[in-house]
């Protein structure tokens, strides 16, 4: 136990934590892409993939917990190494920005820290609905008379707002940003990265976050526009 504390008090260790929760970060993310792109299916599709989620609490919790924590440790070890690195060069480079570092590095803490505020509108906004209540009432009835929340319906009116979709997309946009640099970093501090081949993680990583990107924008823009809209 002591030389795991040990190491993850080093620099190292917390680059090996940020590594891992980052990777199972960028699995979340993927994963919630792939079902909030349903509401292009329409209606039935999304609603039908919200029903199976919240008919099984006890793994939706535990997910979400382990969310929690898994983005708790890595906020946590970026600060850490943040901290380290200003003990480890108390001094600012003379024209105040690293040698051969990109925005997005020299962004990451920044970045990651209004990510995390957004996911916490996010969560209040669409989860609790402690933000819009009128969510709660957004319900449709089926065939068999029973009903189910109608999160289509949710979807469409949240990003109805236009200062909802612009901090949405504005968020999504440093979400991404985060991810240009944090994919390629994962990489290199979990010893997989090389100068040979550098230049394509890099690649693959600029284009994963783009296309992320293009796809959890795509949403409020279709509503915005008009593309998606209530169906009866």
């Known amino acids: 136990m002591n030389a795991i504390l040990r190491l993850y008090r080093s620099s190292l260790g917390k680059k090996y934590v940020m590594a891992i929760t980052g990777l199972a970060l960028f699995g979340f993310v993927i994963g919630h892409l792939a079902g909030n792109l349903q509401v292009f299916l329409g209606k039935e599709y999304i609603n039908q993939y919200a029903q199976l989620l919240h008919s ?61 505020a957004f996911v916490i509108f996010h969560l209040l906004h669409y989860t609790t609905q402690s933000i819009d209540t009128s969510f709660r009432d957004l319900e449709e009835t089926l065939a068999d008379g029973t009903t189910r929340h109608d999160v289509y319906a949710m979807l469409v009116h949240g990003f109805s707002h236009i200062g909802v979709s612009i901090w949405y997309i504005f968020s999504m946009g440093l979400l991404c940003l985060h991810l240009s640099h944090g994919i390629s970093s994962m990489f290199q501090s979990l010893g997989l990265k090389s100068a040979a081949s550098e230049v394509l993680i890099n690649r693959i990583a600029y284009t994963l976050s783009g296309l992320i990107f293009l796809g959890y924008v795509s949403i409020p823009l279709a509503v915005l526009t008009g593309f998606i809209k209530i169906q009866s």
């Open 56 to 116: 099984k609490p006890a793994l939706i919790w535990t997910a979400r917990i382990g969310l929690l924590v898994v983005v708790g440790l890595h906020i946590w070890s970026a600060i850490g190494l943040s901290r380290i690195n200003k003990k480890a060069r108390p001094f600012d480079y003379d024209d105040g920005k690293p040698y051969k570092a990109s925005y997005a590095s020299r962004t990451m803490l920044m970045s990651g820290l209004i990510i995390t």
